[in-house]
């Protein structure tokens, strides 16, 4: 019985053994990693970039995971500073990107980008809870204000399922307090999620409530809170 923990600000993944009562650093250096690209030389050209962004997970830096899902054989990691979905092998001998340009941005299409930065793919804003279906991720998306998906599958596509990245520009910007249809819903800052039974149950965080999203169709209603904080 393993229990894997996002140890943010020592920047670090943890594995406690709950038989043992054992707990050893998996991923990570103690310290706050710059680099998101593993293995780019910073003189690198498009004729010597990597073929994989990889690294051995105790060997590289990481930088503020804030959340982490186990799917198969993988860890997917919630990488929030370098606006990320990172994916790290339970056997631990590979880490990296997995999906995200690392622009910070609420931008739909294809996971990750052969070259860093490179536009037409997909952007996150500090993604900060993960959950799943079994079929996709879902990520809270915390600075803009959104709900993503992102697929298992590496020749689908990221989309969000209530969000702003269907506008053209203030992505980051846009947020509020609003349920209703998937084009009128306003979140503020989500930082969590857990999906059950077709719906996508949210910490709608700086609005102070819980809402639950339908998975298919991003319909959006409040069930706790009243929008002010208090216990």
């Known amino acids: 019985e393993l229990l894997y923990v996002a140890d943010t600000e020592n920047h670090m993944i943890r594995k406690v053994d709950l038989k043992q009562k054992q707990v050893t650093t998996i991923a990570g250096r103690g310290f706050q990693g710059r680099n998101a690209w593993p293995g780019l030389d910073r003189n690198a050209t498009l004729d010597t970039l990597p073929e994989r962004y990889i690294a051995k997970p105790k060997e590289f830096a990481l930088n503020s995971p804030w959340a982490l899902w186990v799917h198969g054989d993988d860890l997917y990691i919630a990488m ?5 979905i990172w994916k790290m092998t339970l056997d631990e001998s590979e880490i990296g990107p997995y999906a995200g340009n690392g622009r910070e941005d609420i931008v739909d299409g294809p996971l990750l980008p052969r070259q860093p930065s490179q536009q ?8 900060s809870g993960l959950t799943s279906d079994g079929k996709q991720l879902f990520v809270a998306d915390s600075e803009g204000s959104s709900i993503r998906a992102v697929p298992f599958s590496s020749d689908e596509l990221v989309s969000t399922i209530v969000g702003s990245a269907d506008l053209p520009h203030s992505r980051l910007f846009t947020f509020g307090d609003q349920d ?8 503020q800052h989500a930082l969590g999620v857990e999906y059950f039974g077709g719906r996508i149950f949210v910490a709608d965080t700086y609005n102070n409530k819980i809402k639950v999203v339908d998975a298919k169709t991003g319909a959006t209603t409040t069930i706790a809170g009243t929008g002010e904080p208090g216990a």
């Open 80 to 84: 929030a500073g370098p606006h990320q």
């Open 120 to 127: 037409g793919y997909s952007s996150f804003a500090q993604p």
């Open 180 to 187: 209703g249809k998937r084009e009128d819903v306003l979140l």
